[in-house]
């Protein structure tokens, strides 16, 4: 019979769980409540939220809001955020993940003690909420690395502090650390901060070991999801039976056969709810195949 795990250790990290639980307490008190962004890269739970009474908003419409109630998500915002809110009469519901606001402290004070000629680099997605609310800590003279091939753009006769976005991979920032440190010249300083959040680095070697105990992994994220997209490549180089669904409904049941082992997992921004009902879908398709998952594998 067919053996069904979802991974335990998928699913939200701490500052989305704090984020969803912040606007569905706020969405009760009836009033309107506007999100700038998406508040999670899966469209199945804005759509959820939207229905709730979230309404989703960009930055252009939020310039245009006064005396309203907004929700800053969890990937935090820059400073102009906050000036904008203060010059409209605008209600901040701030879910900034607190991991996020830490850097984003430590990047303005580090920025303040320095000298103009220092370059703050920030390893990380060009145009990623979290990149913005960092770059803007630094009136926006912070410099973004998305990867090791673009660091011919920094001067290495002057001094560097290199940060990283809290989701990017810890190998990553590891590889560009040392490059970046072997090109240093005459008496520039180069200082490295590991601000990558470990809740979401560990899920690395988890997923690693969970898709390798599978004989097929349906890895459940939104399509936007940039944590999504790492893990999933995760999955892909530990099991390459491992697919990418981005809605229960895209489970192709021809996978799955009888006496077969099926993992089910996702991102940081993946609701547990998510990964359940596939699981559920599995079951009700071929319920003579499934074995249930409380058993020990």
């Known amino acids: 019979m067919a053996k069904v795990e979802i991974d335990k250790k998928s699913g939200y990290c701490f500052g ?3 984020a969803i639980k912040k606007a569905e307490e706020e969405l009760k008190k009836g009033t309107p409540l506007y999100c700038l962004g ?3 890269h899966n469209a199945l739970e804005v759509e959820r939220l939207t229905k709730l009474g979230l309404i989703t908003i960009d930055m ?5 809001l006064k005396n309203a109630r907004v929700l800053l998500r969890a990937h935090g915002e820059p400073p102009s955020t906050y000036e904008i809110a203060k010059q409209n009469n605008i209600e901040l519901i701030d879910a ?18 320095t000298n103009d000629s220092t370059q703050t680099v920030i390893y990380g997605k060009k ?8 770059v803007g800590q630094t009136n926006d003279r912070a410099i973004v690395i998305e990867d090791i091939d673009e660091l011919d753009k920094l001067d290495y006769t002057k001094d ?16 560009i650390s040392t490059e970046i440190e072997s090109r240093m010249q005459k008496s520039a300083q180069f200082k490295s901060y590991d601000t990558i959040c470990r809740q979401v680095s560990n899920r690395v070697p988890n997923l690693q070991e969970f898709a390798k105990k599978h004989d097929i992994v349906f890895f459940v994220a939104g399509k936007k999801s940039s944590n999504g997209k790492v893990l999933f490549e995760v999955c892909k180089k530990s099991n390459p039976n491992s697919y990418f669904i981005s809605n229960p409904k895209e489970v192709d049941i021809s996978l799955v056969k009888e006496n077969i082992s099926i993992g089910i997992c996702g991102a940081t921004s ?3 709810w998510q990964m359940e009902e596939v699981e559920k879908i599995i079951k009700s398709s071929k ?3 499934y074995l249930d998952n409380s058993e020990t594998f």
């Open 287 to 289: 319920p003579n195949l």
């Open 160 to 175: 560097i502090h290199l940060f990283s976005q809290t989701t990017k991979p810890l190998d990553g920032f590891r590889e």
């Open 16 to 18: 989305v769980t704090r």
């Open 127 to 134: 145009g990623h909420a979290e990149v913005v609310g960092l």
């Open 38 to 40: 998406y508040i999670v």
């Open 270 to 272: 993946t609701p547990k």
């Open 60 to 64: 252009e419409q939020f310039k245009q």
């Open 96 to 113: 900034s993940c607190p991991v996020v606001l830490t850097l984003q402290n430590r990047i303005k004070k580090k920025d303040k003690e």
